[in-house]
């Protein structure tokens, strides 16, 4: 059984910074890439940013510029560095992962809970 549980969400300033962590834990035979979604009241969940392992970052164009993402591919975590925030960034952020449990020819794609943030102007 695969786990990603996602911390570092909360209640920030227009303007401000926030980091989101994401550990992936359990039967993890290979990581092909980890990102981030987020999902805001009454809209559909969005791609925020991914990194594909040994691939280009992505980040959606609402975001570029002010989000970074980041992996410790040691630890099987995915950052997503959250600078100079805004209202509209008000979502419920989802870390996912698609991993091979068991080899590297069969990968499946895990989603963690949720963390919300939320952003004051």
């Known amino acids: 059984q695969v786990q990603l549980v996602e911390s570092g969400g909360g209640l920030v300033q227009a303007g401000g910074s926030l980091r989101l962590s994401c550990v992936a834990s359990?039967?993890?035979?290979?990581?092909?890439?980890m990102g981030w979604y987020r999902q805001a009241p009454g809209k559909q969940r969005e791609l925020v940013a991914v990194?594909?392992?040994?691939?280009?970052?992505n980040y959606a164009d609402s975001v570029k510029g002010r989000f970074t993402i980041s992996r410790d591919n040691a630890k099987n975590t995915v950052y997503l560095q959250m600078n100079a925030l805004a209202p509209e960034d008000t979502a419920v952020y989802y870390c996912?992962?698609?991993?091979?449990?068991?080899?590297?020819?069969?990968?499946?794609?895990?989603w963690g809970q949720g963390t919300q943030v939320t952003v004051s102007s």
């Open positions: 996912n992962a698609d991993i091979g449990p068991y080899s590297s020819s069969y990968y499946r794609r895990y």
């Open positions: 990194a594909p392992t040994g691939g280009t970052t």
């Open positions: 359990g039967s993890i035979f290979s990581i092909k890439s």
